[in-house]
């Protein structure tokens, strides 16, 4: 059996290892009954890195994800690290990772899925059939920007800074991301800042314009300010295709999208970097965190990691019949009315992570009978 690429699986901490062992099911599930087969490398990052060598991302693991077609990703951080310095903060080992490895693009959806627009905390009729997909940029702004940090200015006052800033490169880069993406939708383009109070912001609505002009103009831009796109979000959802937007403003309405398909534990995202001769450095990952509350306690909804996986399959080796078999896996237990506890429903049966992994798998073997 030949295999297909090289794939790094970071399970991280909390609930992380939990549902990426139910991923784990799917991988060999494939090896088995579709051919596909990984070469799989595992690796520590955050928390339980930390504990194992003193740093969030040893300089090996960071070498195995540079080495790695993509690279799967649980979630980082948990009580037990909060009073790290900031350099040893799980949080750094994933900035870490982004940031040498290029992720410039990072896709977040938000869809929607029937069986759950009953989990919403919007009507039912504002979010039926959403799907829409943020594109964040992940590399630049206020997250990376200098100068930053905390000094003593005297008299007992300090002053903490950081800084906001982009370049026409990185501007355009994930603009013309946003755009490619929107060509296989909806073909619409919302660009959020706020260039009514900021330059940076300005400069982000004037590159995002002259990129649209010069390459896409026969599809449709529009550009809202990043406070009105949070409140439209809970208006009107489904006015949007793709919004791309900048670091912090990403990080923020990603969030609130998130929170309009009913669970945070449905959703998969994909971090990008630039497309060349030697393929495209990707990493997938839950958008939801490591969930220290209910970590160990074999409850968590690994289903938002599976459906990064099937991202994966399909954004780093065009795999699309096997991503729409594990979405459809996806959908078909949900119909079937399996729950884990955060999407639990009445009516509903509420199961355990494995129990979701079990369900998942009987669905796929129904797919090929
Ligand atoms: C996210 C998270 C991260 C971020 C944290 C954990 C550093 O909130 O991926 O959205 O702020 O980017
Ligand atoms: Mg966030």
């Not at 490398?41 to 504990?51: F, K, P, R, V």
């Not at 880069?173 to 660009?191: D, I, Q, Y």
């Not at 990080?251 to 060349?276: F, V």
Request: aromatic share 6%.
């Amino acid at each position: 059996m030949a295999q297909i690429g090289k794939l790094l699986l970071l399970p991280g901490d909390g609930i992380g290892p939990e549902v990426m062992a139910q991923v784990r099911r799917l991988i060999d599930w494939l090896a088995t009954h579709r051919d596909v087969q990984f070469a799989i490398e595992e690796g520590l990052i955050g928390g339980s890195a930390y504990d194992d060598c003193g740093a969030p991302l040893s300089d090996a693991t960071m070498a195995s994800a540079m080495a790695a077609d993509a690279v799967l990703l649980g979630a980082v951080g948990g009580p037990k690290w909060d009073a790290l310095p900031f350099d040893k903060k799980p949080e750094r080992g994933l900035l870490r990772i982004r940031k040498e490895m290029g992720l410039f693009a990072n896709l977040r959806p938000a869809i929607v899925f029937d069986a759950l627009a009953d989990a919403s905390s919007l009507k039912r009729d504002r979010v039926e059939g959403l799907d829409i997909l943020i594109v964040r940029e992940l590399t630049g702004g206020i997250y990376f920007g200098e100068p930053k940090g905390i000094e003593d200015i005297g008299g007992g006052q300090r002053r903490g800074v950081n800084t906001q800033v982009y370049t026409t490169e990185e501007i355009v880069r994930v603009g013309r991301v946003a755009f490619e993406l929107a060509k296989k939708r909806g073909r619409r383009v919302c660009s959020v800042e706020k260039s009514n109070v900021m330059e940076s912001g300005l400069l982000w609505r004037e590159e995002i314009t002259k990129l649209h002009g010069a390459e896409y103009a026969d599809m449709e831009l529009a550009h809202m300010y990043a406070d009105n796109c949070a409140m439209q979000l809970v208006r009107a959802p489904k006015q949007f295709d793709v919004i791309v937007t900048d670091n912090l403003f990403g990080d923020m309405l990603s969030d609130e999208a998130a929170m309009l398909t009913g669970s945070l534990g449905m959703l998969p995202s994909a971090s990008l970097g630039q497309a060349d001769a030697g393929g495209r450095k990707a990493l997938y990952e839950p958008v939801h965190g490591s969930a220290p509350d209910i970590a160990g306690q074999g409850i968590a909804n690994p289903l938002a990691t599976v459906l990064s996986f099937a991202m994966l399959l399909r954004y780093s080796f065009d795999r699309q019949a096997e991503a729409d078999a594990i979405e459809a896996a996806v959908r078909d237990v949900l119909d079937g009315g399996m729950r884990t506890a955060d999407i639990l429903q009445p009516g509903m049966a509420k199961v355990s992570t494995s129990v979701m992994g079990d369900a998942l798998l009987r669905a796929l073997d129904k797919g090929i009978a």
